[in-house]
């Protein structure tokens, strides 16, 4: 909290893409230079727009499915229609390409990867990338739980922030990186072929500089709030393994995950109102995220390992009651 007190947060000095010593910390934690770097109050905002950089109204944008379910509504507040294309499980996940060339048109303006997936935890692969190049889409990766990695195999491909030949965009934020959502403050890493990525940043500085929406108090302290993150996220990692240890001693089926905050069991259908009426146990039912199979069940592993072994108990003897 003393870093929010620092003098320099009283004063008022606008910059389009956020301040140059915040956007320097940044540029250091991914090892790219500030110049393709921009702070955005929080990765909702990043894709508001870019959405309104890509898109004109009634464009497309593609989005996973299953995955989280707040794309729809960010596609519909700036008037662009959403295309879905699936992900298919086996020993693992994997993009379903056929889906995926079936829901591009002639008003297709961006690829959204969630990597690693949330709430599936898989990371995307490197052939996978090097297919989804050759659609010629810029693609917006969503790169929140980066840092969560529990197993990924050794074809994920953990990050795209280094990516040259397709115009892309990588999100990330305090929110998931230091456990900070209140703080407001996320970010943009840019990447592409010099000329369209330029080009891109150009009209991009005309929308940031529209909206000046990022607090200064929040930049000023964003260096000492990014040294929190090894002590925070070594907490969040050690509560996960536990959890997961858990869950997979069970007995439960679940699915195999790489990283992020969250684990998927098969249940019987309709399980998760009666866990919830009769055994004060809440899990989310995964149609919440678009999958197929509505016996997949949401379980997520930052619940306290005493509440989660015990709810885990309790699922136990109600599937097998």
């Known amino acids: 909290m003393q870093a929010l007190a620092n003098e320099a947060s009283i004063l008022y000095?606008?910059?389009a893409f956020g301040l140059p010593a915040a956007r320097d910390v940044i540029a250091r934690s991914h090892n790219v230079v500030r110049d393709r770097v921009i702070l955005t109050a929080s990765t909702s905002e990043a894709y508001s727009w870019l959405f309104k950089l890509l898109c004109d109204p009634g464009d497309e944008v593609l989005i996973p499915?299953?995955?989280y379910p707040l794309f729809d509504y960010l596609a519909a507040l700036e008037s662009v229609n959403v295309?879905?294309?699936?992900?298919?499980?086996?020993h693992g996940w994997f993009i379903d390409f056929h889906t995926l060339e079936q829901a591009i048109g002639e008003r297709t303006?961006?690829?959204?990867?969630?990597?690693?997936?949330?709430?599936?935890?898989?990371f995307i692969k490197h052939h996978e990338m090097a297919r989804l190049r050759e659609f010629g889409l810029p693609i917006v990766s969503d790169e929140v739980f980066r840092d969560y990695r529990i197993a990924p195999s050794p074809e994920s491909l953990l990050s795209l922030?280094?990516?040259?030949?397709t115009l892309t965009f990588t999100l990330n934020g305090l929110s998931k990186t230091v456990g900070l959502p209140q703080m407001k403050l996320a970010w943009m890493v840019a990447g592409g072929p010099?000329?369209?990525l330029n080009q891109a940043l150009e009209r991009l500085e005309i929308i940031a500089d529209t909206y000046l929406s990022v607090g200064t108090p929040v930049q000023c302290a964003v260096e000492s709030l990014l040294a929190a993150r090894e002590t925070v996220q070594s907490q969040i990692m050690s509560r996960m393994r536990k959890n997961l240890n858990v869950l997979r001693s069970s007995g439960l089926p679940a699915l195999d995950v790489e990283a992020g905050w969250y684990a998927i069991a098969r249940l019987e259908e309709g399980a998760e109102l009666q866990l919830l009426e009769k055994e004060n146990v809440l899990v989310q039912p995964g149609y919440f995220y678009d999958f197929d199979n509505p016996a997949f069940a949401v379980i997520s592993l930052l619940t306290p390992p005493a509440?989660?072994?015990?709810?885990?108990r309790r699922i136990v003897r109600s599937q097998h009651g």
């Open 194 to 196: 010099p000329a369209e």
């Open 161 to 165: 922030q280094g990516e040259q030949d």
């Open 109 to 122: 303006r961006a690829l959204v990867l969630v990597n690693p997936n949330n709430p599936t935890g898989h």
């Open 307 to 312: 509440d989660f072994e015990e709810g885990i």
């Open 83 to 90: 295309r879905h294309y699936g992900l298919f499980y086996d």
């Open 65 to 67: 499915r299953p995955s």
């Open 13 to 15: 000095e606008p910059e």
